[in-house]
């Protein structure tokens, strides 16, 4: 099986390289072999290497800087994307794309399933949500997974942040009303490759899915958790456990609105791929322990 992998530097596309290579012959480029600013070059990319599967793990993921260049982020977002889906349709390609929990509103507390209506908050969820509509108009065979809280050992995130700062200050200051799961990048590249495998042989698979770790927390019941564990583990660490302050997401303003709520139903992905996924401190802690190693 031929698999062309878009984005290959990225957070997920990184663990890609390796989920991806059990099934087949993977070419893996990034931004310089495929400029999602230039649809037409990625589409010929495409036609040249003519891959059984497209994943696409190339996105403008810079939230806030997508309020100020909202073409930009429609072009790499949605149009691009919605390119590729024309060309796998044309090859009869499986395109595997990555979308996220903005696309949805964050009102109540439920999680939010693959039916429910969306309603994006910011110019980052509304390209997203494009972007999906885009590849289901193109007829092509196609998985969907949204996600949330995207993390991975390799460069930085939120987890890395808070241990740094928890070893400089001695108070901090951490929202706790913004509720979903951090979900490894190495998570959401196992079970890419688990799905693309069965979808390959049931093509009645595809389609649209939730794909987070299990359970829930806060971005402040996240960053506690991550200085325990760091002190626990003989880290020197300066704040004190009663100093990591909750604050309301309004004391923290940013360009782009926040869905406050980012629970996502994984019923239907683990239901139909046979999965069970890991809670969301698993990964995490396996996360911090290379973090250490490394």
Same mark, same amino acid.
């Given at each position: 099986?031929?698999?062309?992998? @878009?984005?290959?530097?990225?957070?997920?596309?990184?663990?890609?390289?390796?989920?991806?290579?059990?099934?087949?012959?993977?070419?893996?480029?990034?931004?310089?072999?495929?400029?999602?600013? $230039?649809?037409?070059?990625?589409?010929?990319? !495409?036609?040249?290497?003519?891959?059984? !599967?497209?994943?696409?793990?190339?996105?403008?993921?810079?939230?806030?800087?997508?309020?100020?260049?909202?073409?930009?982020?429609?072009?790499?977002?949605?149009?691009?994307?919605?390119?590729?889906?024309?060309?796998?349709?044309?090859?009869?390609?499986?395109?595997?794309?990555? #979308?996220?929990?903005?696309?949805?509103?964050?009102?109540?507390?439920?999680?939010?399933?693959?039916?429910?209506?969306?309603?994006?908050?910011?110019?980052?969820?509304?390209?997203?949500?494009?972007?999906?509509?885009?590849?289901?108009? #193109?007829?092509?065979?196609?998985?969907?997974?949204? +996600?949330?809280?995207? &993390?991975?050992?390799?460069?930085?995130?939120?987890?890395?942040?808070?241990?740094?700062?928890?070893?400089?200050?001695? $108070?901090?200051?951490?929202?706790?009303?913004?509720?979903?799961?951090?979900?490894?990048?190495?998570?959401?590249?196992?079970?890419?490759?688990?799905?693309?495998?069965?979808? !390959?042989?049931?093509?009645?698979?595809?389609?649209?899915?939730?794909?987070?770790?299990?359970? $829930?927390?806060?971005?402040?019941?996240?960053?506690? &958790?991550?200085?325990?564990?760091?002190?626990?583990?003989?880290?020197?660490?300066?704040?004190?456990?009663?100093? !990591?302050?909750?604050?309301?997401? #309004?004391?923290?303003?940013?360009?782009?609105?926040?869905?406050?709520?980012?629970?996502?139903? +994984?019923?239907? @992905?683990?239901?139909?791929?046979?999965?069970?996924?890991?809670?969301?401190?698993?990964?995490?802690?396996?996360?911090?322990?290379? +973090?250490?190693? #490394?």
């Amino acid at each position: 099986m031929k698999i062309l992998l @878009l984005g290959k530097n990225g957070q997920v596309g990184w663990e890609l390289q390796r989920a991806l290579a059990p099934l087949g012959e993977v070419t893996s480029v990034d931004s310089s072999q495929a400029d999602f600013a $230039q649809p037409e070059q990625v589409a010929a990319l !495409v036609r040249q290497i003519q891959p059984a !599967v497209i994943v696409n793990a190339a996105a403008h993921t810079a939230v806030d800087k997508a309020e100020s260049e909202p073409d930009r982020a429609r072009l790499i977002n949605a149009l691009t994307p919605g390119r590729i889906a024309e060309e796998a349709a044309r090859l009869n390609a499986l395109m595997v794309h990555y #979308s996220t929990d903005y696309v949805f509103d964050g009102k109540g507390q439920e999680a939010r399933n693959e039916l429910s209506p969306t309603g994006p908050l910011s110019v980052y969820g509304r390209t997203k949500l494009e972007g999906e509509q885009a590849i289901v108009h #193109s007829g092509c065979a196609h998985l969907i997974f949204r +996600t949330s809280w995207v &993390y991975a050992a390799r460069g930085g995130n939120f987890a890395k942040t808070m241990l740094r700062l928890a070893k400089e200050r001695d $108070q901090l200051k951490v929202i706790s009303d913004q509720i979903g799961a951090p979900t490894g990048a190495d998570l959401i590249a196992d079970v890419t490759a688990h799905a693309i495998r069965d979808t !390959v042989r049931q093509p009645a698979l595809q389609g649209l899915y939730h794909l987070v770790a299990d359970g $829930q927390t806060s971005w402040h019941e996240y960053a506690r &958790y991550v200085i325990e564990w760091a002190r626990a583990h003989g880290q020197t660490i300066q704040v004190a456990p009663d100093a !990591v302050q909750a604050i309301p997401t #309004s004391e923290y303003p940013t360009p782009a609105q926040r869905p406050l709520n980012s629970r996502l139903n +994984t019923h239907k @992905l683990q239901t139909a791929f046979d999965l069970v996924l890991p809670h969301w401190q698993q990964g995490v802690e396996r996360m911090l322990i290379e +973090t250490m190693q #490394s």
